[in-house]
C-alpha cells in the first residue's frame, strides 16, 4: 500500500494562497514563485538533470547579469525583460524534471510557504525602506548640488 506524502491540511499547513502574499499577488505570479522555488529545491536531488540545472543558473546569471537585451537604464521597460527572460527559464528547466521530482518539490516549497509566510511581507517591506532610503539620499544629494 502506497503512503501520501501530502499530510492532512491543518491550520499550520495552509496553502499559499491563504496569507497575506497570497491575498496581495495575483495567482499566476503566485504559481512562479512557487515553481521558482520548487526549482531551487529539486536542484539538491541527485535525480535533477544536468540540463535543469544548467538553464537554471543562466537564468541567475541573466538576472544578475548588467548586460540585457534592454537595458536596465530605461526606466520600465529596462525590468521587464528580466521579468520575461527568468521566469520563461525557469519553467523551461522546471518541465526537464522528473515528474515525481517536481512533485515533491513543489511539495516541500509548499511546506515552507506555509511555514515563512512571514517571509516575502519582509522582503517587500526592506525593498520598500530601501528605496525609499535611496530615494531620500538622492534628493538630498541633488539639493545640496543645487545650493
Known amino acids: ?33 512557487r515553481d521558482a522555488l520548487s526549482l531551487l529545491l529539486a ?3 541527485r535525480r535533477t538533470p544536468a540540463l535543469a540545472r544548467l538553464i537554471s543558473l543562466a537564468a541567475l546569471v ?35 524534471l ?3 521530482v517536481l512533485a515533491l518539490s513543489r511539495f516541500r516549497a509548499d511546506q515552507v510557504a506555509s511555514r515563512r509566510r512571514w517571509l516575502v511581507p519582509a522582503i517587500l517591506g526592506g525593498a520598500l525602506l530601501l528605496s525609499l532610503g535611496l530615494a531620500y539620499l538622492l534628493l538630498r544629494g541633488v539639493a545640496s548640488a543645487l545650493n
Open 98 to 100: 522528473p515528474p515525481e
Open 62 to 96: 541573466y538576472l544578475v547579469s548588467p548586460i540585457d537585451l534592454i537595458p536596465d537604464s530605461i526606466p520600465v521597460l529596462g525590468v521587464s525583460d528580466d521579468l520575461l527572460v527568468v521566469p520563461m527559464l525557469l519553467a523551461f528547466a522546471a518541465r526537464t
Open 43 to 45: 536542484l539538491s536531488d
Open 1 to 33: 500500500m502506497t503512503q501520501s506524502i501530502r499530510p492532512e491540511k491543518s491550520h499550520k499547513n495552509r496553502p499559499i494562497s491563504n496569507h497575506l502574499f497570497g491575498r496581495l499577488v495575483p495567482a499566476r505570479l503566485r504559481l512562479v514563485w
